[in-house]
């Protein structure tokens, strides 16, 4: 089976769309990525994702049918740069604008109807929000991927906007949302578009008071399952920066990124891990990485570049490959959910 996986992520940096060739024939699901690209957001669609929470209802509506348009031409001009053929469906994760799970909330946009009508190829899509109202918090959902396709490693660790691991715990496949990454340290790198392999965190001087205050937030002392969102941020972490007068930018990121080391750390640590996979844009961050190497002794793996971009895009191809075939691609164990479930909206 030959799916597209689209990966949208909360840092608005851009969409990953990863083609991939799925074998289901054998004991162990085999896969090969055949393409990969990615397209970047303009200026002006960053700043309509970002600002899309603050919509009225209806202009949401409409953000949602422009998103999965601009989707649909993108996936179009993708097939026919690399001459892909035979696609079964799209899996397309969306871009999410809401996560309350608590409050049975979760919204991804990008309309999989329209997706499907432009590029005449079945679309799975709206993967979370079956999970939620099974209970469950609707993420992370790529833990399934890393157990069918990464077996060979105690744990996988993602450092995308926010950070998650997933890892087995008596027999059981667990994960959880760790920290923010990428959604607070790109803000803080403003105007540029990020801090380049933690750079300028590099250069900084690591605010002690502020560093205790975000350490001591309730969220890092909740049991697993638990997710965050972009809510958690603006009501958590953004009033502990306002806080402090006259921070220097440098010592901003120095100041988060080491807050995120030491909650990696912890995350490795709680989990046991002897060997884990780091993929997503934090991979590169240097100042993280190389920090967490430090302070861990685990046996940390950063993969080759295409994995490292890319694999949330294939994780999603499998979970709609998956959803094709009416087999489970959420599990209750990972997400808190009363069940398993076979979860995707899918427009043929």
């Known amino acids: 089976m030959r799916v597209i996986g689209l990966m949208s992520g909360t ?44 919509l009225s209802g209806v202009d949401l509506h409409y953000l949602d049918v422009a998103l999965g348009q601009w989707m649909g031409i993108q996936v ?18 969306g871009h999410t604008i809401f996560h309350e799970p608590d409050k049975g909330l979760t919204l991804q946009i990008g309309n999989g109807a329209h997706l499907n009508q432009l590029l005449g190829i079945p679309v799975v899509c709206d993967f979370r929000i079956q999970d939620v109202a099974n209970h469950g918090q609707g993420a992370p ?15 996988c660790l993602n450092l995308g906007g926010f950070s998650n691991i997933s890892f087995v715990e008596n027999g059981q496949r667990k994960a959880f949302d760790i920290c923010p990454v990428n959604i607070v340290l790109d803000a803080l790198a403003a105007p540029a578009a990020f801090d380049e392999g933690g750079a300028l965190a590099a250069k900084g001087v690591v605010q002690q008071d502020l560093l205790t205050a975000l350490n001591a937030l309730p969220f890092y002392q909740k049991t697993w399952p638990k ?4 809510e958690w941020v603006d009501a958590r972490v953004w009033p502990l920066f306002h806080q402090v007068k006259e921070l220097r930018q440098e010592d901003a990121l120095a100041t988060f ?21 780091v993929t997503g844009g934090g991979a590169y961050n240097g100042f993280i990485v190389g920090g967490l190497r430090q302070m861990n002794p685990a046996d940390i793996t950063v993969p080759n570049k295409e994995l490292v971009d890319f694999k949330e895009a294939l994780v999603f191809a499998l979970l709609g490959a998956l959803r094709l075939r009416d087999a489970v691609n959420i599990w209750g164990s990972v997400t808190g959910g009363c069940s398993d479930l076979s979860a995707g909206l899918i427009y043929r």
């Open 227 to 230: 997710s965050l969102g972009r």
């Open 11 to 54: 840092s608005c940096d851009g969409l990953d769309m990863a083609c991939v060739h799925f074998d289901f024939q054998k004991a162990k699901i085999k896969f090969q990525i055949e393409a990969t690209h990615f397209v970047p957001y303009t200026a002006e669609w960053k700043q309509r994702l970002q600002k899309a929470h603050e």
């Open 257 to 277: 990124a080491t807050h995120v080391v030491l909650q990696l750390h912890n995350a490795l640590k709680a989990v046991q891990a002897k060997r884990v996979l």
């Open 76 to 93: 179009r001009n993708f097939l026919a740069a690399f001459q892909i053929k035979d696609v079964a469906a799209v899996a397309s994760h």
């Open 141 to 155: 959902l790529v833990p399934v991927g890393d157990a069918l396709l990464f077996p060979e490693y105690d744990a």
